[in-house]
């Protein structure tokens, strides 16, 4: 019967190793970030860096601080540098055709990284990994569905008005805003029982979320839900409400999206109601997409994150860090 010998075992892992890294060493991937405006941003920058450096990759990467302008700047020159594959976070949905023509025309395709893009010719890039933000709207409208349903019959409890649902939106244009809307909407579609009596972009910022929070304080009553689009706005909506003597959670539900360490804490000490995940760990298959495509091989076009939702109902006591 044949045995491999110890000795040739070792031949064979080095050769597997040595053939690996011939895979992967020398591709050179150029990556257009758009700043660091979130907790779940850096996880997202450190997620990507890690995995090129597991991949033996060579990143050049760009930090376009929150400017369309920026990113376009970073793809021309990932195109002058002639790199094996460009991979961006687009800031917005729009605008991004001169600029990937011009990648298509030099032969370098093109990955679609966390947020998604308006373009008429879908064939400017190869394909999209990341969040699935309509999902994570729906998801949102889901819960307030059950939240406000009576539990013995899940129909909608009857109240004497309907609930009015104040939304702080993300980044302008970006897709993340646009579908977390959308999907939310989508889902309380002619349901009287829902308002939605307020809706301002706070652009994924902690610091606007406080401020807006602030000032619709001032203007607004009767709020029964804060719908957010991330968990830094919320954050610092909380501390705009707990300034005030407002109990969120209680007195207002919040329902939150991204899944950050912080806002899971602030669910387990029952001041957020619901959080749904956008999952920042994108590196490793972005990693291995952009692998594939400086094979020359073709991917899907496109490929969601794994997403979860936590809710007050839920037991968390075994949730592991979320590294975020
Ligand atoms: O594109 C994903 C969104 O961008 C996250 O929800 C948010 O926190 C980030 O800034």
């Not at 045995?3 to 892992?13: A, G, K, N, T, Y």
């Not at 009596?197 to 401020?211: M, Q």
């Amino acid at each position: 019967m044949f045995r491999f010998s110890p000795l040739l075992l070792c031949c064979f892992l080095l050769f597997s190793c040595a053939e690996k890294e011939v895979e992967t060493k020398g591709i050179i991937v150029g990556f257009s970030q758009i700043g660091a405006e979130s907790a779940w941003r850096n996880c997202n920058t450190r997620s990507v860096q890690e995995a090129a450096a597991d991949a033996g990759i060579q990143l050049v990467f760009f930090n376009a601080e929150q400017k369309q302008e920026n990113q376009i700047k970073a793809i021309r020159s990932f195109i002058a540098y002639q790199v094996d594959v460009i991979a961006f976070v687009p800031i917005v949905s729009d605008g991004w055709e001169n600029v990937l023509e011009e990648a298509s025309e030099a032969g370098i395709p093109v990955l679609i990284c966390d947020r998604e893009i308006n373009v008429e010719d879908e064939s400017l890039y190869a394909g999209y990994l990341g969040t699935n933000a309509i999902q994570e709207g729906r998801s949102s409208a889901e819960y307030l569905l059950k939240a406000f349903s009576d539990s013995e019959t899940g129909e909608a409890a009857d109240r004497k008005r309907p609930v009015r649902i104040v939304e702080l939106r993300g980044t302008e244009g970006s897709s993340p805003a646009i579908k977390r809307a959308e999907g939310f909407r989508e889902v309380l579609a002619g349901n009287p029982g829902f308002e939605i009596i307020y809706s301002a972009s706070g652009d994924f910022l902690r610091s606007k979320g406080y401020e807006l929070m602030c000032s619709i304080l001032e203007d607004l009553d009767d709020i029964d839900v804060i719908y957010s689009h991330n968990d830094g706005m919320t954050l610092g909506a909380l501390d705009a409400m707990k300034e005030r003597g407002i109990k969120p959670g209680g007195d207002i539900i919040i329902v939150t999206i991204d899944a950050e360490q912080a806002a899971i804490d602030a669910l387990k000490r029952g001041e957020v109601n619901c959080v749904v995940e956008c999952n920042p760990k994108q590196g490793p298959d972005i990693m291995s997409l952009a692998l594939r495509l400086a094979r020359g091989e073709s991917i899907p076009r496109v490929i969601y994150m794994n997403e979860e939702v936590f809710t007050e109902w839920d037991d968390l006591s075994s949730l592991a860090p979320r590294g975020y």
